[in-house]
């Protein structure tokens, strides 16, 4: 699976957007991107996924470049729970496929 | 989503003794399970890959004998640190998805510390 490469720390004010680059430059035309994230002490928590457009859910919103090699998690009010460890994966939808962890981005949301 | 429960959620161990892990995914079958071992300010580290019904699949570096892994049902799979040292120390997490081609789900983290 392609590599990721993400800023390892940001800080956030409470309220505001969140932005998150993840940079997949070696992705291929079947390898989605997933985002997770870990607050402390957690398992790893699913965000979303995408693979050519844009996707929203209630959490967050992907934003995919044209040409696939980068992408943007945003976090369009972030609260201090969205403290965690965020990280970005990009693996094919294979059966038996895992997910492999790089060191993913800590945001810090402050007050 | 689906949920993937561990339990326990925290052990502490003798040196030189075994302790099980359960994972179970509670609302829906898994006939492939992942574990992970995560170190302090480390990352997750794939260990494993538990297969219903046959042998797991383990990572490079990772002892098989020490590290037993049993996925008996299609939703529980466990794994048994053998012989546990106080480097085995650390955060051990399950993961499993519904179908091969959508979103994986991980259980809550067992803390084991071996003293």
């Known amino acids: 699976d392609a590599k990721t490469t993400q800023p390892p720390s940001m800080d956030c004010a409470e309220g505001r957007a969140a932005n998150l680059p993840c940079n997949h430059s070696t992705i291929s035309g079947n390898e989605y991107v997933y985002w997770y994230r870990q607050i402390h002490s957690q398992g790893p928590q699913y965000i979303i996924h995408g693979l050519k457009n844009n996707e929203t859910n209630e959490m967050a919103s992907l934003i995919i470049t044209e040409d696939r090699k980068s992408s943007t998690l945003i976090l369009p009010h972030a609260t201090l729970r969205d403290t965690a460890v965020y990280y970005c994966i990009v693996r094919r939808n294979n059966a038996g496929n895992m997910l492999t962890f790089g060191g993913g981005t800590r945001l810090m949301v402050k007050p | 989503g689906a949920v993937v429960s561990q339990h326990p959620s925290r052990v502490i161990c003798k040196s030189g003794t075994s302790v099980k892990i359960e994972c179970r995914s509670l609302d829906f079958q898994a006939t492939t399970m992942f574990w992970y071992r995560q170190f302090p300010k480390q990352s997750l580290m794939l260990m494993a890959t538990?297969?219903?019904?046959?042998?797991?699949?383990?990572e490079q570096g990772v002892e098989k004998d020490k590290f037993l892994i049993n996925h008996a049902s299609l939703t529980l799979s466990t794994l048994t640190v053998t012989s546990a040292h106080p480097e085995d120390s650390s955060f051990y997490i399950c993961?499993?998805?519904?179908?091969?081609?959508?979103?994986?789900?991980f259980g809550q983290g067992t803390r084991l510390t071996v003293v």
């Open positions: 538990s297969n219903e019904g046959s042998k797991a699949t383990y």
């Open positions: 993961s499993a998805r519904v179908n091969w081609n959508t979103e994986a789900f």
